[in-house]
């Protein structure tokens, strides 16, 4: 071979590995896009599939002030007609594991208070970090605390909302400023029998007796207030009603849903939040997904984009607090359903104290036992 031909030989050698090298980094280079375009194609399919699907049952303790406007979204947006199994967090837990137990899978999604999780047990849900797609739900900056809200070790669970609870909800009418600041104001004389209490052992109730007997304040304070006698309801709804209409003057634990109605209908009421601190909560928003879901694509399009910042936006409104999401608007909330700089938060949602809140049952019927026949 002439020395002509070696060197044409070598040079097509160099160029066809120039070719490659700049393929290969415009490869690398276009990595994120090409990922970009995998994650909306599996999302479109994920829809797709949902629609076909066309049902999504939720066994869910949220009120019907969160259920109308999800069911109302999804059947416009994604063609789905959410199908609704409503009941507190006790009797929920209670079929789901019956149900369980005899192989039978009904549910797709559990919605309900964070404290169920160790009703039901994480072995009826699914992991959830396999089944989420969107990178704004993956993004760790887009949650407050940096992480996405997982409360179990096994990701099963996730509390869409993070947001302050005040515990009490006054009538403006009858009780004057600044009369109730403290939670030892609620001692005074005047309000013997005259505040109305949410059940202790369940749900918002069991939260607040747990809180303050167990974190903020102490159990001799929780003994102290049920020498008041407050009146028991188990209907947070008729406790703010109530409130509103002027029969009390107080509510205490009453649900977050059900505080938020009152106040968008400019009813004389106002949120309390003690000096001693408040906890935070995520309500009626803790999601998962059920073990052998019976609409697998539809389960997973909901929890995708529940966990989203349209999600999270539709779903602090329907509740009226703050999404775990930092992207999530505000400005349509009760401020003291926002995290607020200057005041004592108590972060109370972690399997540890939701496994204590669980056995602070026996001891809220212990204080209020006489006060619930």
């Given at each position: 071979m002439s020395r002509w031909s070696q060197s044409k030989s070598c040079g097509l050698v160099f160029f066809?590995?120039?070719?490659?090298?700049?393929?290969?980094?415009?490869?690398?280079?276009?990595?994120?896009?090409?990922?970009?375009?995998?994650?909306?194609?599996?999302?479109?399919?994920?829809?797709?599939?949902?629609?076909?699907?066309?049902?999504?049952?939720?066994?869910?303790?949220?009120?019907?002030?969160?259920?109308?406007?999800?069911?109302?979204?999804?059947?416009?947006?994604?063609?789905?007609?959410?199908?609704?199994?409503?009941?507190?967090?006790?009797?929920?837990?209670?079929?789901?594991?019956?149900?369980?137990?005899?192989?039978?899978?009904?549910?797709?999604?559990?919605?309900?208070?964070?404290?169920?999780?160790?009703?039901?047990?994480?072995?009826?849900?699914?992991?959830?970090?396999?089944?989420?797609?969107?990178?704004?739900?993956?993004?760790?900056?887009?949650?407050?605390?940096?992480?996405?809200?997982?409360?179990?070790?096994?990701?099963?669970?996730?509390?869409?909302?993070?947001?302050?609870?005040?515990?009490i909800l006054i009538?403006?009418?009858?009780?004057?400023?600044?009369?109730?600041?403290?939670?030892?104001?609620?001692?005074?004389?005047?309000?013997?029998?005259?505040?109305?209490m949410y059940v202790p052992t369940t749900g918002a109730g069991l939260a607040w007796a747990y809180n303050v007997g167990e974190v903020i304040m102490s159990r001799d304070y929780l003994r102290a207030f049920a020498k008041q006698e407050p009146i028991i309801l188990d209907n947070s709804r008729q406790q703010c009603e109530w409130v509103a209409r002027g029969k009390h003057p107080i509510a205490i634990g009453a649900r977050s849903e059900n505080q938020t109605e009152f106040i968008n209908l400019k009813a004389p009421v106002q949120l309390i939040s003690p000096i001693e601190g408040v906890h935070l909560t995520s309500s009626a928003g803790g999601v998962g997904i059920f073990r052998k879901a019976p609409h697998p694509n539809a389960s997973k399009l909901f929890m995708n984009w529940a966990l989203s910042k349209e999600g999270g936006t539709l779903i602090s409104k329907a509740v009226g607090g703050q999404s775990a999401r930092v992207d999530v608007p505000t400005d349509f909330l009760d401020p003291n359903m926002v995290r607020q700089p200057g005041i004592k938060y108590f972060n109370t949602m972690s399997m540890k104290h939701i496994e204590k809140k669980q056995a602070f049952v026996p001891i809220a019927k212990e204080i209020f036992g006489s006060l619930m026949q």
């Open positions: 066809i590995g120039l070719v490659f090298l700049l393929q290969l980094s415009g490869t690398i280079a276009a990595t994120p896009a090409g990922a970009a375009e995998g994650w909306q194609q599996a999302w479109e399919k994920t829809k797709a599939a949902a629609a076909k699907e066309g049902r999504l049952v939720l066994y869910s303790s949220a009120g019907s002030a969160v259920r109308t406007p999800l069911t109302a979204y999804f059947s416009k947006n994604f063609n789905i007609n959410l199908e609704w199994v409503a009941a507190r967090n006790a009797e929920l837990s209670e079929r789901v594991s019956r149900e369980h137990r005899a192989g039978i899978y009904a549910g797709d999604i559990y919605f309900s208070g964070t404290s169920a999780i160790t009703e039901i047990g994480d072995t009826v849900l699914e992991p959830l970090d396999p089944l989420l797609i969107l990178p704004e739900v993956t993004d760790k900056k887009a949650w407050e605390g940096g992480e996405l809200p997982a409360i179990d070790e096994k990701r099963t669970w996730v509390g869409l909302l993070a947001f302050p609870q005040p515990p009538n403006t009418n009858m009780v004057k400023p600044g009369e109730v600041k403290s939670y030892k104001d609620l001692l005074h004389p005047k309000w013997k029998k005259e505040i109305v």
